[in-house]
């Protein structure tokens, strides 16, 4: 197991929603969620997690201006560079971590298909990002399969990354006794 290191995230069958909805209870803390292709994939009522979501619909144009306005997703970032996209991902995830008040945000943008690919970025192209008040972190994923199975991927890549921060970022700080 020492090989897999930080991969491993349970050794007693816990769902990774479990680990995760422990550590937000051990650290006091709460997410907030702004996804796009996801459709709710994430625990409802579990400890932490803001029962404040943000589900954008899959009519283009109507999710990016509601990206645009209520998590101030910068409309020249969505022009620019597309509302599939680490910057959008990122923008997603502060600004509902802003706007809610929340200790971390998470953003998820992605083509589940199963139309709405093009060749730049196909069916199963996924952005996760998760912020915080020191900055974010984004990650970026192509993943195999039908619609179903590319959500659940999505959504479980989002809580590795608050569970990995809860590893490392989150660690309390160790107080300097002489």
């Not at 020492?2 to 050794?11: H, I, S, Y």
């Not at 997410?31 to 994939?41: K, N, V």
């Not at 109507?62 to 996209?85: F, H, T």
């Not at 993943?143 to 479980?156: F, H, K, L, N, V």
Request: hydrophobic residues 40%; proline residues 4%; charged residues 25%.
């Amino acid at each position: 197991m020492l090989a897999l290191g930080e991969a491993v995230f349970t050794t007693d069958g816990e769902s990774m929603e479990e680990v995760v909805g422990r550590e937000l209870t051990i650290h006091q803390a709460t997410i907030a969620t702004a996804e796009s292709c996801t459709g709710g994939c994430w625990p409802n009522g579990s400890r932490g997690y803001r029962k404040f979501r943000v589900l954008f619909g899959r009519r283009r144009l109507l999710q990016q201006r509601a990206q645009s306005a209520w998590v101030d997703v910068p409309a020249e970032i969505i022009e620019s560079r597309g509302a599939v996209s680490s910057e959008v991902a990122i923008a997603l995830a502060d600004g509902i971590r802003r706007r809610t008040g929340a200790t971390l945000g998470v953003g998820i943008t992605g083509v589940a298909g199963p139309t709405g690919g093009t060749p730049e970025k196909p069916v199963g192209t996924v952005h996760v990002a998760i912020a915080d008040a020191a900055g974010s972190k984004e990650r970026g994923a192509s993943y195999p399969g039908e619609r179903d199975r590319i959500r659940w991927q999505a959504s479980q890549t989002a809580l590795d990354l608050v569970r990995r921060y809860f590893l490392y970022a989150a660690q309390p700080k160790q107080s300097a006794k002489g």
